[in-house]
């Protein structure tokens, strides 16, 4: 069984960072795509940012600029990095491999 597990959410102010880890059990990581998902209170789960096997990566227009998806193969972690937080990013973020594996999710708090 994979398990993904996840790290670094809280709470925030808005304009802040935070910087959130996935790290999926097993020791096989390279060769996945892996994404961040995020589901806000009474929204559907929305597609983040997606990094490839080799590195490549996209982002929801709405976090373009801001956010920035990596990867340490090594390490097999995959990354979030989150800049300038809106209110309207709470959210709870969800790591996803794309084989179909979910973590279970982190909550990230933007707030004053």
């Known amino acids: 069984q994979v398990q993904l597990v996840e790290s670094g959410g809280g709470l925030v102010q808005p304009g802040g960072s935070l910087r959130l880890s996935c790290a999926p059990s097993?020791?096989?990581?390279?060769?996945?795509?892996m994404d961040w998902y995020r589901q806000a209170p009474g929204k559907q789960r929305e597609l983040v940012a997606t990094?490839?096997?080799?590195?490549?990566?996209n982002y929801a227009d709405s976090v373009k600029g801001r956010f920035t998806i990596s990867r340490d193969n090594a390490k097999r972690t995959v990354y979030l990095q989150m800049n300038s937080l809106k209110p309207e990013e709470t959210a709870v973020y969800f790591c996803?491999?794309?084989?179909?594996?979910w973590g279970q999710g982190t909550q990230v708090t933007v707030s004053s």
């Open positions: 097993g020791t096989i990581f390279y060769i996945y795509n």
């Open positions: 996803h491999r794309q084989d179909g594996y």
């Open positions: 990094i490839t096997s080799l590195g490549s990566t």
